[in-house]
Every structure is written in structure tokens, then in C-alpha cells.
């Protein structure tokens, strides 16, 4: 497993932008597919995006795609999450989490197995 710390929330107006950061420990970060799920009051953690450990191939929900993009720096042992044009619904706690899974075609939270202790993000209308 890896530990994972997540950066970068905040209260933002609809149409804003945040990056998310994902600080990782251990030598084999580089090795692990990064994913970013979101869980808002009273539902369940929800898929936002993945990235595979080269960087090579990301997947993204339909509700972000466009707006959103995950990176990686494997030198700096982060992921990012740059969410721009905000919206209300998409007010969250955000996780990151890690996978030793090369592919994921339909990422789920339970392909994870290493997770952040997540990070607030409210968007207001």
C-alpha cells in the first residue's frame, strides 16, 4: 500500500477553477494507477478519473469530461486533479486513491486499495 495525502480543496464560485493535489510516499508510486472519486452528503463515492502509472491513458466520468483533467508527476511522487468551470453539483469531498491494477476499463472504489483522507471542495451558485 501507499499513503496518500490530498491538497488543494476549497469554497469556489460556479465557473472557478481548483487543482487538486495527491502527495504520495514510498519508491513505487510510479508503479501504482491513480484515481480521483468524489463522495457528496448522503451518496456513495463516485468515480471522477483515472490515470494509468505512465501517464499514458486517462478515463474520466461523462459529468467531467471536458472540465476536468488528471496528471501526474511520477518525479514528485503527485497526481493532480485541475477541475475547471465549476459547478454546485459537483460540491464533494474528493479522495485519491491508488491501484497496482494496470487497466481499469470501469473504474470502481473497490478496484482501490490505498486512499487519502479526501479533501472539501464547495462550489457555490
Known amino acids: 500500500q501507499v499513503h496518500l495525502v490530498e491538497s488543494g480543496g476549497g469554497l469556489v464560485q460556479a465557473g472557478g477553477s481548483l487543482r487538486l493535489s495527491c502527495a504520495a510516499s514510498?519508491?513505487?508510486?510510479?508503479?501504482?494507477?491513480m484515481g480521483w472519486f468524489h463522495q457528496a452528503p448522503g451518496k456513495e463515492r463516485e468515480f471522477v478519473a483515472t490515470?494509468?502509472?505512465?501517464?499514458?491513458?486517462?478515463k474520466y466520468a461523462d459529468s467531467v469530461k471536458g472540465r476536468f483533467t488528471i496528471s501526474r508527476d511520477n518525479a514528485k511522487n503527485t497526481v493532480y486533479l485541475h477541475m475547471n468551470s465549476l459547478k454546485p453539483e459537483d460540491t464533494a469531498v474528493y479522495y485519491c486513491?491508488?491501484?497496482?491494477?494496470?487497466?481499469?476499463?470501469?473504474?470502481?472504489?473497490?478496484?482501490?486499495?490505498?486512499w487519502g483522507q479526501g479533501t472539501q471542495v464547495t462550489v457555490a451558485s
Open positions: 490515470i494509468t502509472s505512465s501517464g499514458g491513458v486517462t
Open positions: 514510498g519508491r513505487t508510486f510510479s508503479s501504482y494507477l
Open positions: 486513491a491508488a491501484t497496482s491494477r494496470l487497466y481499469l476499463s470501469r473504474p470502481s472504489s473497490t478496484d482501490f486499495d490505498s
